[in-house]
C-alpha cells in the first residue's frame, strides 16, 4: 500500500524570481519565488507568498527547460515543507511557504486578451464555419 503525501498541492500564481542556482547544506539545488493572488483590491490584496526549491538535477533541469521569467504565470505542483515569516518594506507582517518543486507548466496570463498558443482571431468570429480549425 503506497503512502499518499498530505501537503502536496497545485497552485497557479506569477513568478517574482526567476530560477537561480543556490548551494543548501553543500548541496546544489534550484529556486525561485513567486505568489498567487488570493483576493482583495488595493490595500485589501491578499497573496501566498511562494519559495520553490528543486532538490535533483533532473527537476532543476525541467524547471530551466521552462524558461521562466518574471512575471510569468505558471501552475505548481508541490509539496509543503515549511513556512517563514518576514515583514514588508512598511513593517506588514508576511509569511511564504516554503515548497518542494514537483512539477510545473507555463500557464496563461489572465489578462492578456489575446493569449499566445494559437488561434488568434478565430476566438472573436461571430460565426464559425463547420470546418474552422481547432487551434492548439
Do not use: C, H
Amino acid at each position: 500500500m503506497s503512502k499518499s503525501p498530505k501537503n502536496n498541492f497545485v497552485l497557479y500564481g506569477r513568478v517574482k524570481y526567476p530560477p537561480e542556482q543556490k548551494t543548501i547544506g553543500g548541496k546544489e539545488v534550484l529556486k525561485f519565488k513567486g505568489s498567487s493572488y488570493l483576493g482583495g483590491k488595493g490595500d485589501t490584496a491578499r497573496y501566498l507568498n511562494w519559495d520553490v526549491t528543486a532538490w535533483n538535477p533532473w527537476e532543476a533541469q525541467e524547471v530551466l527547460a521552462l524558461n521562466l521569467e518574471e512575471g510569468q504565470y505558471v501552475w505548481l505542483s508541490a509539496e509543503v515543507t515549511g513556512v517563514y515569516n518576514w515583514s514588508t518594506k512598511s513593517g506588514e507582517p508576511a509569511s511564504t511557504m516554503q515548497l518542494k518543486y514537483k512539477s510545473a507548466m507555463i500557464a496563461p496570463d489572465p489578462f492578456d486578451s489575446k493569449p499566445k498558443g494559437g488561434g488568434g482571431d478565430w476566438f472573436n468570429k461571430s460565426e464559425k464555419q463547420d470546418d474552422d480549425p481547432i487551434p492548439f
